[in-house]
Nanobody
Framework: VQLQAYGGGLVQAGGSLRLSCAAS????????MGWYHQAPGKQRELVAS???????NYVNFVKGRFAISRDYAKNTVSLQMNSLKSEDAGVYFC????????WGKGTQVTVSS
């Protein structure tokens, strides 16, 4: 399983970005997929996930601002990030749970004030 994350970049505070993660094969195989965020100097933390059944979970800090979705046809999981704050800056990693946890390379999000 290979995961390729993309969509990061520079955005002004209050703006939006959409991250996507493309899997090398069908995503219906995965027990869950989602996104972790790692701020500079901090540990990686889960921000959003989606189970195989479609149940979504979000860390409180992003509820109402971020939305996770998936596209079976494109084998992608995406994270729509709205109303971005400086605290959202960092590297975002997508993951997939299958026989083990697979990770994509991170994509950088920079939020300017």
């Amino acid at each position: 399983v290979q995961l390729q994350a993309y969509g990061g970049g520079l955005v002004q505070a209050g703006g939006s970005l959409r991250l996507s993660c493309a899997a090398s094969g069908p995503i219906f195989r995965f027990n869950s997929m989602g996104w972790y965020h790692q701020a500079p100097g901090k540990q990686r933390e889960l921000v959003a996930s989606m189970s195989a059944g479609g149940t979504t979970n979000y860390v409180n800090f992003v509820k109402g601002r971020f939305a996770i979705s998936r596209d079976y046809a494109k084998n992608t999981v995406s994270l729509q990030m709205n109303s971005l704050k400086s605290e959202d800056a960092g590297v975002y990693f997508c993951y997939a749970e299958y026989d083990r946890t697979y990770w994509g390379k991170g994509t950088q999000v920079t939020v300017s004030s």
